[in-house]
């Protein structure tokens, strides 16, 4: 009888806790992208969910007595799941805004690429800057951090029956985008001021000399620029955004 409630209680604390790891790794920028194997995504969500297992079993309340209990905290799990892996892929966004926001200033708008870490049409700019993004964030294993967010989630939002705190969600994935988007402009400042530069030295110019053609002499020397000033800037722009990731994943695990 008490091999039955252990084995009970231990396939539904695995249950819950792969639930809520598996919804967030699908997510999760780096392990869930899109080039990543559907079944390596699995194993290493099975590996993770049972290495955690036993660390959080403590913090999940004994199995249900019927089946309607049971699926809504299933649901409140992945649902909790997935606000973690879009908080963390929110973050990485910054990288594609910025991307979008050079190719503006530089005239690269047009020219869009396969973005294998949005999944989607976007920007050359930025699909360098959101493949060397993920690059970064496995070298200098900053994923560590982001399965360490898993584990302090449940802190935050701890598995009970009732209703989830929407509240505090909504606080977090607003101060999530605003921390992305900022964080995005802050990096193509330098990009912006150069563009400014160009458009107001060549708006004068057709003022003073209304026969020249403006747009062939300008574009040449906007893109050339730009390119100058992404070689100059792209080492310190990307350390900025992994600081800014680093602390805002601090923040999230804090809060």
């Given amino acids: 009888m008490q091999l039955d409630i252990f084995v009970t209680q231990s396939l539904f604390t695995f249950l819950l806790i792969f639930c809520r790891i598996g919804a967030a790794i699908m997510i999760m920028p780096g392990i869930g992208d899109s080039f990543v194997p559907t079944?390596?995504?699995?194993?290493?969500?099975?590996a993770v969910a049972f290495v955690m297992t036993p660390v959080l079993s403590a913090y999940l309340p004994p199995p249900p007595a019927g089946l309607l209990p049971l699926f809504v905290l299933i649901a409140a799990e992945v649902v909790v799941g997935l606000f973690i892996g879009t908080v963390m892929r929110m973050l990485i966004s910054a990288l594609d805004t910025v991307g979008m926001?050079?190719?503006?200033?530089s005239g690269f708008a047009n020219a869009l690429v396969f973005n294998a870490i949005s999944s989607g049409q976007g920007s050359i700019v930025g699909a360098l800057f959101s493949m060397m993004g993920v690059v970064l964030l496995l070298v200098t294993n900053m994923h560590h951090f982001l399965l360490m967010g898993i584990f302090e989630s449940y802190a935050m939002f701890p598995v009970k029956e009732g209703f989830l705190e929407t509240a505090s969600m909504a606080d977090v994935i607003a101060r999530t985008v605003n921390t992305a988007f900022n964080t995005g402009v802050r990096m193509s400042a330098p990009f912006i001021v150069v563009g400014l530069l160009v458009y107001i030295g060549f708006g004068l110019l057709g003022r003073l000399m209304p026969q020249i053609q403006v747009f062939f002499l300008a574009l040449p020397l906007q893109i050339l620029l730009s390119l100058v000033t992404l070689s100059l800037v792209f080492s310190a722009a990307i350390l900025f955004w992994l600081s800014a990731y680093e602390d805002e994943l601090i923040r999230f695990m804090n809060y």
């Fill in 39 to 46: 079944n390596v995504r699995l194993l290493f969500t099975l």
């Fill in 101 to 105: 926001m050079i190719s503006l200033q």
